[in-house]
């Protein structure tokens, strides 16, 4: 009887870890998304087409606040050497504060213009590689009979075996090689709006970065 009893229980458990083993072998399978972002063809392509249209403009931009910003500080150094108690400062003075600080705003407004707008290309960049890269991932996925892929950001630790970057990479270069950076509502020639211009603090003195 007892006998029975153990081989019973031991069917038991080989029943229970035959259903369990599925769900353990089940894998979680890693991409590097940011390497693709920076290492696939169609996002070489996107970093050539936006410095190409961008760069110098930028540049441009940069040097322009440096500029304003070095003649703020050099007029603010002047005021100050010119400042007393209960004393107004000069009227030349007082206009040359307020012209360096007008020509400060409007450089630090163009300049985060430009690079708001490059910024949303990049992202547009990345989100019609991302559009490809999912069909090929849950390609993927389903050929090795896995649960589930998820990007390198967002797990602390995996198996290096089931990383599929490089696979996913090689399969991404062979379906597209290029992107647009032209952003939708501009193909659609409506245009985009223009950003808010935020001035600097009166009362506090820009420093060059």
Same mark, same amino acid.
């Given at each position: ?6 081989? &019973?229980?031991? /069917? @038991? ?6 259903? =369990? ?6 894998? @979680?399978? =890693?991409?590097?998304?940011?390497? =693709?972002?920076?290492?696939? @063809? ?5 970093? *050539?087409? =936006? ?5 110098? *403009?930028?540049?441009?931009? %940069?040097? /322009? ?11 603010? !150094?002047?005021? *100050? ?16 504060? !307020? ?12 300049? !985060?213009?430009?690079?708001? !707008? ?18 090929? &991932? ?22 290096? &075996?089931?990383?599929?970057? &490089? ?17 939708? *509502? ?10 808010? %211009? ?12």
């Amino acid at each position: 009887m007892k006998t029975l009893f153990k081989a &019973a229980g031991l /069917s @038991t458990v080989l029943a229970a870890a035959a259903l =369990i083993a599925p769900a353990a072998q089940a894998q @979680t399978l =890693i991409v590097d998304v940011d390497q =693709i972002y920076k290492d696939s @063809t169609a996002a070489k392509s996107g970093q *050539q087409q =936006i410095e190409a249209k961008y760069g110098n *403009q930028l540049r441009g931009l %940069q040097s /322009s606040l440096e500029a304003a910003v070095k003649d703020w500080n050099t007029q603010v !150094e002047a005021a *100050q050497k010119l400042a007393k108690p209960n004393t107004p400062l000069p009227a030349a003075t007082q206009q040359s504060l !307020e012209k360096a600080r007008d020509t400060l705003q409007q450089a630090q407004a163009r300049f !985060e213009d430009g690079r708001r !707008e490059v910024n949303t290309v990049g992202q547009y960049v990345q989100l019609q590689i991302l559009d490809k890269l999912i069909p090929i &991932a849950e390609q993927i996925r389903k050929d090795r009979k896995a649960q589930a892929v998820m990007p390198r950001g967002s797990v602390l630790a995996f198996d290096p &075996a089931q990383d599929i970057t &490089a696979t996913a990479l090689q399969q991404l270069n062979a379906t597209v090689t290029t992107v647009s950076i032209t952003l939708p *509502q501009q193909q659609q020639g409506q245009g985009t709006a223009a950003p808010t %211009q935020t001035p600097a603090p009166a009362n506090k003195q820009p420093q060059s970065r």
